[in-house]
């Protein structure tokens, strides 16, 4: 059943490419956004609707391509057969959502889901019993605080690898059985861990000890980056004839494939990418300190009688 979790994860590809610092950018002679511009507003005047940054987000895409997407995602609307593929859909084609995990899966989901749940349920009756505690006993000399720290259980390719491809595959199949226009074909893949970085392996071949001054730079990535992983992109051409577009959300941005064009992104990645695993802790604090009741000042007036 598709909700806020599907909405949420489109407009927030929606607010990147029609929107800057969080507001969304609007004409500057008509003070429209693209949700108020007109369809041939919008077409003459596209330019002027969007973000002058997102070409950041695009890879391998033409300028039509470019046009053509950003169209896509101020059209779409959410399928009202709320519980069938695909989630979204627009005049010649549909947006299908779905997430992916680098954790561990069980017939229960992914471990990494489930354990911050419990934490965070835990954590949050654990809030409560304090703020209670605290409200008994106020403390008017000093800051209180209280500190619970998540630690990420396993993660690692492998599992991000076989999740992509088991869920790609399951909503392959729900197409295959989809009666609606499926001229323009969009995966929307959203991956909201932060557990795998990515570290260039440019020293394949590498003669010991020769210099190479600074012909090249290793490139770094604290966020798995779908665009870079050249296993996965092969596999994602394979459904070139059926899926157009595939929109990879993480934590720290996004990227808009076009599954045609992914030889030519191939050519570019001379070299593989390692992809490990970080250790990685989110601390979550709450602190308290307790202010003096002051009561209202009380105002004295003489009052005369005559």
Known sequence: MRG????????????????????????PFSNKTYLE?????????????????????????????????????????????????????????????????????????????????????????????????????????????EHWTFTNPEHNYDYLEKSLKNIWNHHIESLKKYSGNQEIGVFLIEYNEIALSMLENIFT???????????????????????????????????????TYVIFVYKEGLEIIKTENIPYLLQLLPWDFIVYPMRVKGTYSVYNISLPFAPPESKNEDINQD
């Open 4 to 27: 806020e979790q599907e909405l949420a994860c489109l407009n927030y590809v929606r607010n990147n490419i029609f929107g800057k610092n969080g507001t969304l950018i609007k004409h």
């Open 37 to 145: 511009a007109t369809d041939k507003e919008f077409i003459d005047d596209e330019i002027f609707f969007i973000n002058s940054d997102c070409y950041k987000y695009y890879f391998g895409l033409l300028e039509e391509d470019r046009f053509q997407i950003e169209n896509i995602l101020r059209t779409a609307k959410p399928n009202q057969q709320k519980s069938e593929f695909p989630d979204f859909v627009f005049e010649n084609g549909f947006i299908e959502h779905f997430q992916i995990t680098s954790s561990r899966e069980t017939r229960k989901g992914a471990v990494h889901k489930k354990e911050m749940q419990q934490f965070k349920r835990q954590t949050a009756k654990e809030i409560e019993q304090l703020k209670q505690e605290w409200n008994e006993i106020p403390s008017f000399d000093k800051m209180r605080s």
């Open 205 to 243: 071949g590498w003669i010991d000890g020769m210099s190479q001054g600074d012909l090249r730079e290793q490139q770094k990535f604290t966020c798995y980056r779908l665009s870079r992983d050249k296993n996965l992109l092969n596999f994602i051409y394979q459904f070139m004839d059926i899926i």
